[in-house]
């Protein structure tokens, strides 16, 4: 964990009126935006650790991703390949088709991509077949499946299944998250883990590509 | 109602109010507000349910005849046409969106603007009809176009149908099938009405930081209107609780002191109101409400039904709100769709022995029986209950709480009305006969068209 610096600090506390201060006098002395970036994607990292401890509430994840929003639409035309390290490795999610529920997704992806990943997000509605191509386009070796209704098991379970068909199961973990799941339910369609919140699913995805 | 069921429908509401009012019925009830199992039962899709009222009555039969075990069912949740008279674009209907045969779903989204506390607050009106509703029914986008007059036109005449509908499915319901109903009239607590349909989850969570004092006047600014919205829809004799569904004080939305200072106040003072009136309320805590349903002690005790959902601890809320209030809940989602009948069995008996002691619990799933939940699962938990759940021989104990009128030296809240009946007298002149029975009807007229602009909100 990095200590934070005077700008991941303000992120941190949320503090707007501090964070865009500082981010206008890095500015003015000719500091790269990358390193801003950089600094608060280090405030974000602990904005999640909060999150984990129960310290932080789904306010403050909005919140955080709020302002680093902000901060990025200002430095926008000045990023060039914002150059964060090398990718922890790509995970494609997506909410299984009959499910237009995202908030949860929305989460996992903000935890993910502070994480380090490279996040293929397919969005809602997503079809077992937009999942297939997607992973074997991409080469991930995760493919995590949001669901918020209790009747989308089998719609889950046809994911895993298709994966088989196209060859493609041995070589992607398949991670099943959202309200209604459970060990049972990971049984029912076959996938390979199940997260019981954000933080998880980042660490889950951690150990498959350690 | 028809003489010979009006024994068992007795029997049914005796034992669901007995429940509610913390007194020992005969046996656990076994009501689910939303029984979708119930819904699809029958062989008729998702589609059908929301578009075609014809084949609700057959769909109601085809359930009650296989469980007549169950203690109510439910009058439905939507009508389909209603909302294409008005494009309202908070939900994807199956068959119209989505596939027919999958659950109605909320569209998240930004329906009221950050800037826009002061006008909601200081002119709900205005907002409604200058903001909200603009953007909430695809049809009145264009405002002066003949299509959004004849949005609100065919909207207001779409909503008498559908009352009209749901009548005729209750009575059957009620005077056929002997079922009551497991609710009637809906509520949201204030602070639901802006984290849903209002500002969406992102807009709220941003306010509460930037603008929480706006957020805690707003809160209260909408008290009145729906309660009174919830009132006009009520039981008109108080049978069956009112209806709350309680989506953002769960965990982990709101940290507990963030559900004390935003969530709380007002959705207590909005619940008393109703409770006042002389209502009870059922309250679906959707998601898990385990770090602030303790509450729920502070209300009066007996009043509020609360369901458990999925996510929440059934155990821990049974020691919680023991003795404050009923809980429905502790059949596992999963359970009856994926498991076996003896494992429902199983899980009903420890259900029976431990949260059904000593009566204030109601037997159900997550705030409803799931979609794919197996027949013979169903008929098990039933099974279970009959077996295990029973506290003694002999009907229910219990006199039934019926009253068409609030008590006395109530009032409703302040009836909003957007063109007194002071300006319509002015234009009418001077009235030549009973002026009452003009002004009644006007008001009536103005209290249901507003209530029905709210009903848009979530």
Request: aromatic share 10%; proline share 6%; charged share 25%.
């Amino acid at each position: 964990m990095s200590e934070l610096s005077e700008l991941g600090k303000a992120l941190l506390e949320l503090n707007e009126e501090k964070v865009h201060l500082l981010v206008k006098k890095k500015l003015e002395t000719g500091e790269s935006p990358d390193r801003i970036i950089l600094e608060c994607n280090n405030g974000m990292v602990e904005v999640g650790a909060r999150f984990e401890r129960g310290e932080y509430y789904i306010s403050e994840l909005v919140m955080s991703g709020e302002i680093l929003a902000s901060v990025m639409k200002e430095l926008g035309p000045m990023l060039g390949t914002v150059q964060q390290g090398p990718s922890l490795g790509k995970v494609v999610i997506g909410t299984v088709k009959g499910d237009i529920h995202d908030i949860g997704k929305n989460i996992v992806v903000m935890f993910l991509k502070g994480s380090g990943f490279e996040v293929i997000d397919l969005g809602v509605d997503v079809p077992a077949e937009v999942f297939v191509k997607t992973v074997k386009k991409e080469g991930a070796k995760v493919v995590g499946l949001s669901v918020l209704l209790n009747s989308m098991f089998a719609a889950m379970k046809e994911v895993v299944d298709k994966l088989a068909e196209a060859g493609l199961r041995d070589q992607v973990k398949v991670l099943i998250g959202g309200s209604p799941c459970n060990e049972d339910v990971r049984r029912f369609t076959g996938a390979d883990y199940y997260a019981k919140d954000a933080s998880e699913g980042a660490r889950i995805c951690k150990e498959i590509y350690s | 109602m028809a003489g010979d069921m009006k024994p068992l429908f007795e029997e049914r509401l005796k034992r669901y109010q007995a429940a509610i009012a913390l007194e020992v019925p005969d046996r656990i009830p076994i009501s689910a507000g939303s029984n979708y199992f119930a819904e699809v039962y029958g062989g008729y899709n998702n589609q059908q349910m929301v578009y075609e009222p014809n084949i609700w009555v057959d769909a109601d039969r085809k359930f009650v005849q296989d469980f007549p075990e169950a203690d109510n069912l439910r009058s439905g949740r939507f009508w389909g046409p209603h909302h294409d008279a008005v494009g309202w674009n908070l939900y994807r209907l199956p068959g119209r969106d989505l596939s027919p045969s999958v659950q109605f779903q909320f569209v998240e989204g930004e329906r009221m603007k950050s800037d826009e506390y002061d006008l909601l607050i200081q002119n709900p009106v205005e907002f409604m009809f200058e903001r909200f509703l603009p953007r909430a029914l695809n049809d009145f986008k264009e405002r002066g176009s003949v299509r959004s007059y004849m949005a609100f036109l065919k909207g207001g005449m779409a909503a008498i149908m559908w009352g009209f509908f749901a009548r005729n499915r209750i009575m059957t319901q009620e005077s056929e099938l002997g079922m009551p109903l497991p609710m009637a009239g809906v509520m949201l607590a204030p602070f639901d009405y802006l984290a849903d349909g209002l500002r969406g989850l992102r807009g709220i969570m941003i306010d509460i930081h930037r603008q929480p004092e706006k957020v805690l006047e707003a809160c209260e600014t909408i008290i009145p209107d729906i309660v009174n919205a919830a009132l006009s829809i009520a039981d008109p004799l108080r049978r069956y609780p009112i209806f709350m569904p309680l989506h953002r004080g769960a965990f982990p939305f709101l940290s507990p002191k963030q559900f004390d200072k935003f969530y709380w106040p007002s959705f207590k003072k909005a619940m008393l109101m109703l409770i006042d009136a002389g209502y009870t309320i059922r309250a679906y805590l959707e998601g898990d409400w385990g770090p602030n349903w303790h509450h729920f002690q502070e209300m009066p005790k007996g009043k509020i039904l609360c369901d458990i959902d999925d996510k929440g601890d059934i155990f821990k809320a049974k020691e919680d709100l023991g003795g404050y209030q009923c809980i429905a809940g502790g059949m596992p989602d999963h359970l009856l769709i994926l498991g076996s009948p003896d494992q429902v069995i199983d899980r009903t008996k420890v259900l029976c022995e431990t949260v059904g002691k000593d009566g204030g619990y109601i037997i159900n799933a997550g705030c409803g029986i799931p979609y794919d939940t197996k027949a013979e699962n169903y008929r098990a938990m039933i099974d279970g209950v009959l077996r295990y759940g029973r506290y003694h021989e002999g009907p229910t104990e219990f006199e039934i709480q019926m009253n068409p009128n609030p008590p006395a030296q109530w009032k409703p809240p302040p009836r909003r009305v957007i063109t007194p009946w002071e300006v319509k007298l002015d234009e009418l002149g001077t009235i030549a006969g009973d002026e009452k029975i003009i002004r009644e009807n006007w008001e009536s007229l103005e209290h249901r068209a507003y209530n029905w602009l709210w009903s848009w909100a979530w």
